[in-house]
């Protein structure tokens, strides 16, 4: 073993220091977890322009029945059904997930514990290939006879498992499939993530100075991993019974097919959080740069965040209420559902508290993290009357549960990435956006979602039926006030869809710009990503940083400026 | 200021894992297998629960002895991976023996049960006979790719400590998933087989 570590070391060594790559290995075959992290976060934005294409598809449809979509043509029934399935789908796992977990848990998490790359570099590689993979096969499942699935995200037996009820026997196939590989891709980051933040941290990093959004992304990859395995299970029943004729889910044969129900959402509760998470430790650490305040009770958080997890495994069945399943049971499960909006709760007075009394500096990151809050706070309270199995006996499947998990997915999703990648964006590229771009495209954004969902609340509650594609053939739907709702969603859409524009044009010009403007530290931070070049050179620091002190030391009493970094001694 | 004085008496050593990193990412993936069996067990424990009898009428009965005598193989196989382990920190060359005969024996177990698949195959008891059958040749086919991939990893390990290369932290984590393909088994002949 002895002669085997001074050849370790010097290739390491060389792999740092090298800096002639050729194309192929620096952008496509590299193990430097920021290229992979860019690898997923542009993967991740393509999927979302497709799956706000595909929402585009069918608003116009909802809107304007029958007509001739520009760029897409005529959508027929099935068509729709494959749209909302695969835009559900694709939001979720292909742009939540790897966005928020796997692009910024990839770039921040060895900058901000202050090592040279992941644990498992070549583990990171493949997860991220078997992640492009598992886009290609969805993006795929267009293309079969029969086209995509169209059996909703949730793929329910027998619709999914039966081609003659979905009449997609390919489709249903390849979606599976895809997600399948996703959800393996995940596990292999998820692995490096939890283990590189416990294993490689900075000397003198100890386990509460570790930044917030590090710890949420190590929590969510856990929540991820506890709870994914029975979802792989339910998956290789369901493609058996689809490919094989098994039938686990069949109940003319012995099976069951509330038992999907039941694996499905055992993972999907826990996905929500998953998926929360990264968003609100996101979130923590701009409110801190922007309010110049230390992050208020940095612990009780993080406790919070334990508590939030562990609870997320106990709710899950509250997306059965109307399945048949025991109205005892779902006693129990509305408590547990009451009960985990304590924990998220209280996260938000803690966000309000670190702001109370700080010097809050509007910038486009700060207000894409309040934004999140705001809109995010609506999401959460509209979920208490979901979570009350008497109330959501008359919402479930209505446009209010549409509205609502719109309302927790669009700030997750949407508002928590836009945040962290302006905020970033000059760690990753080394220059400043513009600001004034960034606060059009952020007004832009948020007012018309507001105008999108706050009618579909509306409409839910009106009693309008989700995986419906025509109105018109519903006559107590198809009133002129509520046709007028659809139309004002639909052109909510188009007008935030257009402002979109202005973010990639905001991200073309900053990123054309000839000089690097941005230096090490723009937004005077803490945490160590602030204290490399932008961009971080291969291996991230010449000489890797000491900590002295947690994340969140601004405004300390005593200091001419109003920031301590971590790796600064006293 | 109190917060300043105390962050100077700091002390910077560096941090030094309770686990080394490729034991705590093949434990991390064992929590995600156990999961994986898990939902397989709940779902195969409802249907049975909900099932007029089982196994089914006109089903074969599974080789409940023989595949007793299998266990204790397997989990015989664990115990000469232990004795590996074992010689590993004294003399490594020692380790070589045990090492291959824990693989064999797995190796035996992985070969006996496909020879139990095929007699029940032609028994009558196949993939798509029955619920009983779909879920025996899954959760049992589920488990037997994992004692496959074991088995290539303890391979891989004993490559390694025959050309002297086999770092302590590789052999841990194959370690690792072997106690866990052996682990689960017993648990998986008590629920499934009798």
């Known amino acids: ?570 | 200021m109190t917060s300043r004085s105390t962050a100077s008496l700091r002390v910077i050593s560096d941090p030094r894992p309770v686990l080394p990193s490729a034991v705590l990412g093949m434990l991390i993936f064992v929590v995600a297998e156990m999961m994986m069996f898990a939902g397989l067990m709940s779902a195969y424990t409802i249907v049975r629960a909900g099932a007029l009898g089982w196994p089914p009428p006109g089903q074969p009965r599974l080789p409940v002895e023989a595949t007793a005598f299998n266990t204790a193989v397997l989990l015989a196989s664990a115990a000469f991976l232990f004795f590996a382990n074992r010689a590993y920190t004294r003399n490594r060359d020692l380790a070589k023996r045990p090492l291959f005969t824990a693989m064999a024996l797995g190796a035996f177990f992985v070969v006996f049960q496909g020879y139990e698949w095929v007699m029940l195959i032609r028994q009558g008891l196949t993939l798509t006979s029955s619920i009983h059958g779909s879920f025996f040749f899954l959760i049992v086919g589920m488990h037997g790719l994992h004692a496959v991939a074991g088995l290539t990893v303890l391979g891989r390990a004993g490559l390694k400590l025959s050309k002297g290369l086999l770092a302590p932290s590789t052999f841990a984590a194959a370690q690792v998933f072997w106690y866990f393909v052996v682990g689960l088994w017993p648990v998986l002949y008590f629920m499934v087989y009798l």
């Not at chain 1, 690898?39 to 449809?61: C, D, N």
């Not at chain 1, 609870?311 to 025991?326: P, R």
């Not at chain 1, 010449?542 to 400026?561: A, D, F, N």
Request: proline share 6%; with cysteine; aromatic share 16%.
């Open chain 1, 1 to 570: 073993m002895a002669e085997s570590i001074p050849a370790d070391a010097m290739h390491a060594h060389d792999d740092h220091h090298h800096t002639e790559q050729s194309i192929w290995s620096k952008y496509v075959f590299s193990t430097d977890h920021k290229m992979i992290a860019m690898q997923y976060m542009f993967t991740g934005m393509a999927m979302a322009l497709i799956g706000g294409f595909m929402a585009y598809a069918f608003r116009m449809q909802l809107a304007f029945p029958g007509i001739d979509v520009p760029g897409y043509g005529t959508v027929t029934a099935s068509d729709y059904n494959a749209l909302v399935t695969n835009h559900g789908t694709i939001m979720i796992f292909w742009v939540a997930m790897p966005v928020l977990i796997a692009a910024f848990g990839n770039y921040l998490i060895p900058l901000m514990v202050g090592c040279d790359d992941m644990v498992f570099p070549r583990l990171n590689r493949l997860s991220y290939q078997i992640f492009l993979l598992s886009a290609i096969v969805l993006i795929a499942s267009f293309f079969v006879p029969g086209g995509g699935f169209g059996g909703a995200w949730t793929a329910y037996p027998p619709l999914s498992a039966k081609s003659q009820y979905s009449l997609t026997a390919l489709g249903s196939s390849f979606w599976l499939v895809a997600v399948a590989l996703e959800f393996t891709a995940f596990l292999l980051g998820g692995i490096n993530f939890v283990t590189t933040a416990m294993n490689a941290r900075a000397p003198g990093m100890k386990i509460f100075d570790i930044p917030i959004v590090v710890w949420m992304i190590v929590v969510a990859s856990i929540l991820f991993m506890s709870s994914v395995g029975p979802l792989i299970a339910g998956a290789v029943m369901l493609f058996m019974d689809q490919n094989v004729g098994t039938a686990f889910f069949d109940p003319d044969k012995g099976g069951d097919p509330i038992l999907w129900q039941h694996l499905f959402w055992f993972f999907g509760h826990p996905e929500v959080y998953v998926v929360l998470l990264p968003a609100m430790g996101i979130t923590a650490e701009i409110m801190c740069v922007f309010a110049r305040k230390k992050m208020f009770a940095y612990k009780t958080f993080l406790y919070t965040t334990f508590a939030t997890g562990i609870l997320s495994f106990t709710v899950w069945a509250h997306h059965q209420f109307v399945a048949g399943i025991d109205p005892r049971m779902a006693n129990i499960f509305t408590v547990t559902t009451l009960l985990i909006s304590i924990p998220i709760a209280e996260m938000c007075f803690i966000y309000i508290a670190t702001l109370y009394g700080g010097s809050i500096r509007l910038t486009t990151p700060m207000l894409w993290a309040l934004a999140f809050v705001a809109e995010f706070l609506i999401g959460g309270v509209t979920g208490i009357f979901l979570g009350a199995s008497g109330a959501d006996i008359y919402f479930h499947d209505t446009y209010f549960v549409l509205a609502h998990f719109h309302y927790t997915f669009f700030p997750i999703a949407i508002i928590g990435t836009f945040a962290g990648f302006t905020y970033w964006f000059p760690k990753m590229f080394g220059k400043m956006m513009n600001d004034t771009l960034g606060k059009i495209h952020f007004w832009g954004t948020i007012i018309p979602f507001n105008f999108i969902f706050i009618p579909l609340f509306v409409l839910g509650a009106a009693g309008q039926h989700r995986r419906i594609y025509n109105y018109e053939h519903f006559p107590e739907l198809a009133g002129v006030e509520m046709q007028d709702m659809r139309v004002l969603a639909t052109v909510s859409m188009l007008v935030m869809l257009v402002f979109q524009l202005v973010f990639f044009y905001n991200c073309f010009i900053s990123w054309k710009k000839k000089q690097k403007d941005a230096g090490k530290n723009p937004w005077k931070a803490n945490t160590l990503e602030w204290t490399t070049d932008s961009p971080p050179p291969h291996g991230n620091w010449p000489e890797l940083p000491t900590v002295y002190r947690g994340p969140y030391e601004y405004s300390v009493p005593g200091r001419e400026e109003d920031y301590f970094p971590q790796n600064v001694p006293d």
